[in-house]
């Protein structure tokens, strides 16, 4: 079951992240997908209900986070049904920042609300979509026509040696 995280912002008890407690990853996106009810802080989640109520464009997110995380590439699928954002991976608010071991800063709205300069940044990528600082990882919107799997192929090699099968 995936947790819910809230936090107060201009005195509003809003959601701000999805996933594990202390998360060694943490993919920061400008929006969060919908709830099927309203959770309080703690209440769990499973990615098929999220993916039921927030259709195609979150399958395609949770499935792309999952082909990054999972440690058999092969196991994508049972991964983001049934590991993804249980034990150390989280999906937070670009505007709401923690620290985390690990982040990946997905889509170009994302790296301007956390300061990612792309032309500062190291390419990993032969298509220079790819940017990398110390353990940041800058990538394009998780969307198959823009983060093709080419592209994961090339996140995963620079992700899974530092996740080490912790996620």
């Keep these: 079951m995936i947790q819910t995280h809230y936090s107060n912002i201009n005195g509003a008890n809003t959601l701000v992240a999805l996933g594990a407690d202390e998360p060694i990853i943490v993919l920061y996106t400008a929006t969060l997908p919908l709830l099927p009810v309203e959770p309080s802080q703690g209440d769990q989640l499973n990615i098929a209900e999220l993916i ?3 259709g195609n464009h979150w399958r395609k997110i ?16 049972h991964y983001r049904d049934h590991h993804l954002m249980h034990r150390a991976a989280q999906i937070r608010l670009a505007s709401a920042p923690t620290g985390s071991e690990l982040r990946i800063v997905a889509g170009k709205a994302s790296w301007e609300v956390l300061a990612c300069n792309t032309k500062t940044l190291e390419v990993i990528d032969k298509h220079a979509k790819l940017f990398v600082d110390n353990q940041t990882l800058c990538t394009p919107y998780f969307d198959y026509r823009q983060f093709p799997n080419s592209l994961v192929t090339s996140a995963r090699e620079w992700l899974q040696p530092r996740l080490q099968n912790r996620v």
């Design 62 to 77: 949770f499935s792309i986070y999952a082909k990054l995380l999972a440690p058999l590439a092969d196991d994508w699928r």
């Design 52 to 54: 039921a109520l927030n």
